[in-house]
C-alpha cells in the first residue's frame, strides 16, 4: 500500500432520499484524499435518483434495479478502484476523519486487512442517543479470530455497514457475495472476512448510525424473525464459501432454526431455500445429535418467551 491509497466509500442506498444528501455530502467532506465516492442506487422508487444526479461527476452513480443490500454491495464493489473499501448505509454518516483515521490504522498495521470500528447513535431527527450497545469493542486491538470461527466459539458482537472497512485485497477473495442476501448482508461481510484474515477492532466512533423505524429490528416486533431467517441464510452461504466455518455455522443455524420454529412455527423454517439445502447438503450424524438438541432447546425457550410477553401485556392492559 502507498503513501496516499485511494479510498473508495460505497453508499449503498434504497428509498433514503431523505437522509440520503447528508450522507453523500459526508463523503464528499472528507479531511483525506483522494477518495472516491460511489453511491449505488436499488431500484428507488422515491426521488432519490434526482438527488443522486444533482452531484454531477462529484460522484460515481451505479443506477440498478432492486435486488436487495448483497446485489448493491455487489455493484458498488465492481465500479469501485480503491485500495480501501469503505461502506456507508444511505441513512448514516461519517465524521469528516473518519478515512484520514482507517488510512493511518491500516498502514500501521501492515498485517490487518479489515477494520470495525464503534458507531454514534442518533434518531430519525438527528438527535443524539444514548444506548447501551453490547459490541464487544472497548479497546484498539489486533485481533484474529479464525480459530474462533473455525471452531465453534463465540465471536464478539459486531457494529453495523457503516462501521466496516476493508482492504481491496481481501474482498476480492469472496467478492461477489451471495445475492440472496437481500438485508442485513453486512453479517456475512463481517464473517467472511474474519473467516480469511486478522483485522482491527477499534472503539473510535467515526461514523454515526441512525436508529429509526426501518432499520431497527430489536424495537419491531417481528425482529427476532428477522434475524433468524437472516442467520439461517447467512450460515448456509458462509459454509457453501468457507467450510472450515462448519462448526460456527451448525451452532447458528440450529439455534436460529429452533427460535424461529417457536416464535413462527416449522413450515416458515421450511419456507427458506436455505434452511433446506443445509440440511441436505450438510446433515451427519453428529450434526443430528448435537443439532436436535440445539434446535429442541431453542424452540422451546422461543415459546416460553412468546407466552411471557403475551401475559406481560395481558397484565399492563388489565392494570
Not at 437522509?19 to 436499488?42: C, G, M, R, W
Request: proline share 4%.
Amino acid at each position: 500500500m502507498n503513501n496516499m491509497p485511494l479510498v473508495s466509500i460505497l453508499i449503498n442506498n434504497y428509498n433514503y432520499a431523505r437522509f440520503l444528501q447528508k450522507s453523500i455530502d459526508s463523503a464528499l467532506n472528507q479531511t483525506y484524499s483522494p477518495v472516491e465516492v460511489i453511491v449505488v442506487d436499488d431500484g428507488s422508487t422515491d426521488n432519490s435518483r434526482e438527488i443522486i444526479s444533482s452531484y454531477g461527476n462529484l460522484i460515481v452513480p451505479v443506477m440498478k434495479k432492486n435486488g436487495g443490500q448483497a446485489s448493491a454491495f455487489n455493484a458498488g464493489f465492481k465500479a469501485s478502484k480503491g485500495e480501501i473499501i469503505c461502506f456507508l448505509d444511505a441513512d448514516d454518516y461519517y465524521f469528516p476523519s473518519k478515512v484520514c483515521q482507517i488510512v493511518n490504522f491500516f498502514q500501521e498495521n501492515n498485517h490487518a486487512y479489515w477494520l470495525f470500528h464503534q458507531l454514534d447513535d442518533v434518531d430519525i431527527n438527528g438527535d443524539y442517543l444514548e444506548l447501551n450497545r453490547n459490541d464487544d469493542i472497548s479497546k484498539f486491538s489486533f485481533v484474529d479470530l479464525r480459530e474462533k470461527i473455525f471452531k465453534g466459539h463465540k465471536l464478539p458482537l459486531f457494529p453495523a455497514t457503516s462501521a466496516l472497512c476493508f482492504k481491496r485485497d481481501l474482498l476480492q477473495r469472496f467478492f461477489p457475495i451471495p445475492e440472496p442476501l437481500l438485508i442485513s448482508a453486512d453479517n456475512f461481510l463481517r464473517l467472511a472476512a474474519i473467516s480469511l484474515s486478522p483485522g482491527l477492532l477499534s472503539p473510535s466512533k467515526l461514523a454515526v448510525h441512525r436508529i429509526h423505524g426501518t432499520n431497527l429490528f430489536e424495537f419491531r416486533p417481528d425482529g427476532e424473525l428477522i434475524d433468524a431467517e437472516i442467520n439461517i441464510k447467512t450460515c448456509y452461504y458462509l459454509r457453501k464459501l468457507f467450510p472450515k466455518t462448519q462448526s460456527y455455522t451448525n451452532i447458528i443455524y440450529s439455534h436460529s432454526v429452533g427460535q424461529l420454529a417457536g416464535k413462527a412455527n416449522l413450515l416458515k423454517v421450511l419456507q427458506i431455500p436455505e434452511s433446506k439445502k443445509y440440511i441436505k447438503q450438510y446433515f451427519s450424524l453428529k450434526f443430528g445429535l448435537t443439532g436436535g438438541i440445539r434446535i429442541l432447546y431453542n424452540y422451546i425457550k422461543a415459546i416460553q418467551n412468546s407466552k411471557f410477553k403475551i401475559q406481560n401485556s395481558k397484565f399492563k392492559i388489565q392494570n
